[in-house]
């Protein structure tokens, strides 16, 4: 079996990605393309799961491309990762009647959300991990437009949907691995099995239920790259589709976070921080942490929480303030944030009494969307560096409340060092400055594309090339700089991640005047 080739496909919200791997986890080549995405207003936000489709077509026939001829008659598996808090309907051709809906960009679920919510109770938590997603979607559907969704055969993911193109299935072969569960609102997370109980609290009932995919493993085979597709893709008819999991822990796989208590930081767009775990548990008491199920099979768990759009926020910063407007769009990456870090890092930790709250789309964990962005704090002595320092560190405060949260949920976890992946991995200041509020080791790891490397280990255990996927992921995640907490600067930032818990404390009621004012701000 030497020489055979996997690839991994990531469907971002913004860029979908493809890597073409040996049997080994050696990239041979990877390609990207953009993903469409249409917001017309504030709170809407749609996808259209055709131009994924097509996407995802083109960035493999690139790798392909690069690869070279004898590589395409090699390629042993296909797994595709995606965005995991979404939801879009096909009927039973598997056409797709809806657009696919971002969920952490359109909010258009949020009042079915919160209904279900209270309808359900603690139930909800215990049983799916977290606040629903999709669940909340169907009964937004079913009110708004009947008719289409009596035209739902099944309510599929992005990659679902995207692979289920791909291997030319039929609505009845629709899949969703477990990973997924966490934000349907349907299933028993914990069992990995759709729960009638929630079906029937929900109101969704037994059509509900129907419209729901079969739930199988990570590394089931689930379908054959059909002629049309692999034309597309530039590869060889029969190519095993594997159902491949979320795009957060098939990075985490790829990251090589496979042994209880190693810590992940994903530094991108939508900042996670996550763990990896034996158990599952809800976090009933700070609902800061999700558990996912990993796609290392039963027993193997993540816990997880993220800050929505957070990565936006920083280019927001440089774009706005990091530079003259003239250089911003010149200077969208790299440029503007070695600019900033140099200034931001002869500020003293703790940002001289400055705070800064990140979440300029609502808080996601816990759930609380109310909650804005904000600096608190600020004199005239404070400059540019100053609230740059303190966005950075406020990323890190919410990682130590995390922390605080899993330490108290699993008292018995005992901590290790932190990987960090994602654009922001290249910031040194930003890994010493959560190096030492967490005050834990954190690694910066050598890696082109965790998402991607994670589908190709997933697709290569599917295709029978790779038998352990925890062995393959420890071997292949290879350490880069490592940052030491400092010990002084810890103690410093204790006291600040109290501070900061205080402010999010006191501006409670601030924050729901804010909201009331932003949902009313057109009356006369």
């Known amino acids: 079996m030497a020489g055979q080739y996997l690839i991994g496909v990531d469907l971002g919200t913004s860029v979908v990605k493809a890597g073409l791997y040996d049997a080994e986890g050696g990239l041979v080549a990877q390609a990207a393309r953009p993903a469409p995405l249409r917001q017309p207003a504030a709170g809407i936000a749609e996808q259209d799961g055709e131009e994924f489709v097509a996407a995802a077509a083109a960035a493999m026939r690139e790798v392909m491309s690069r ?11 296909v797994a595709f990762a995606g965005q995991m808090g979404g939801a879009m309907a096909v009927d039973r051709r598997f056409r797709a009647l809806t657009p696919w809906y971002p969920s952490g960009l359109d909010g258009r679920y949020l009042p079915h959300q919160q209904e279900l919510a209270e309808r359900a109770g ?13 669940a909340p979607r169907m009964l937004w559907w079913r009110r708004e437009s009947p008719e289409r969704y009596r035209r739902i055969a099944k309510v599929v993911t992005l990659a679902g949907y995207v692979a289920g193109r791909m ?13 997924y569960l966490t934000w349907v609102g349907l299933g028993d997370t914990a069992r990995h099995r759709w729960s009638e109980e929630l079906a029937e609290v929900t109101g969704l009932g037994g059509g ?9 493993p990570a590394t ?41 208590g190693q810590l992940i930081d994903v530094a991108g767009t939508f900042p996670v921080f996550g763990v990896c775990s034996g158990r599952y548990f809800a976090d009933h008491d700070s609902r800061m942490l999700k558990p996912i199920a990993s796609p290392l099979g039963a027993g193997a768990w993540y ?25 911003a769009d010149a200077a969208a990456g790299g440029a503007a944030f070695a600019e900033l870090d140099a200034a931001a890092g002869q500020v003293a930790p703790g940002s001289d009494g400055l705070f800064c709250v990140p979440h300029l789309m609502g808080r996601a964990c816990p759930n609380e969307p109310e909650v804005r962005g904000a600096w608190v704090g600020f004199t005239w002595t404070h400059g540019q560096a100053h609230f740059y320092r303190a966005l950075l560190e406020s990323v890190a405060y919410e990682y130590a409340l995390a922390c605080r949260a899993l330490r108290a949920a699993a008292p018995e976890a005992v901590l290790g060092e932190v990987r960090v992946i994602g654009g922001g991995a290249a910031s040194d200041l930003w890994n010493r400055i959560k190096a030492a509020v967490l005050g834990l080791p954190y690694v910066r790891l050598a890696l082109p594309d965790a998402a991607t490397l994670g589908s190709a280990i997933v697709a290569g255990h599917a295709a029978g090339l790779i038998p352990d996927m925890a062995a393959a992921a420890r071997r292949v995640a290879r350490p880069g700089a490592r940052y030491l907490p400092d010990a002084n600067a810890h103690r410093r930032y204790r006291a600040c991640v109290d501070a900061y818990c205080a402010v999010l404390r006191e501006f409670g009621g601030a924050y729901a005047a804010l909201a009331d004012l932003r949902a009313h701000g057109s009356d006369s």
């Open 167 to 179: 291997a030319g299935l039929q609505a009845d072969r629709a899949f969703v691995d477990p990973s």
């Open 303 to 327: 816990s997880m929480m993220y800050i929505n759009g957070g990565g936006l926020t920083h280019r927001w910063f440089a774009e706005q303030f990091g530079l003259p407007a003239s250089d």
């Open 67 to 77: 690869a070279g001829g004898p590589a395409a008659a090699q390629v042993a598996g």
């Open 208 to 216: 509900g239920l129907a419209r729901m995919p079969r739930i199988v």
């Open 122 to 134: 603690p139930r909800l938590i215990e049983l799916c991990g977290d606040l629903p997603i999709m």
């Open 220 to 260: 089931e085979v689930v379908g054959h790259l059909a002629r049309e597709a692999a034309t597309a893709c530039g590869l060889a008819e029969g190519i095993p589709v594997a159902a491949g999991a979320g795009d957060q822990p098939a990075g985490f796989v790829g990251a090589g976070l496979v042994d209880d």
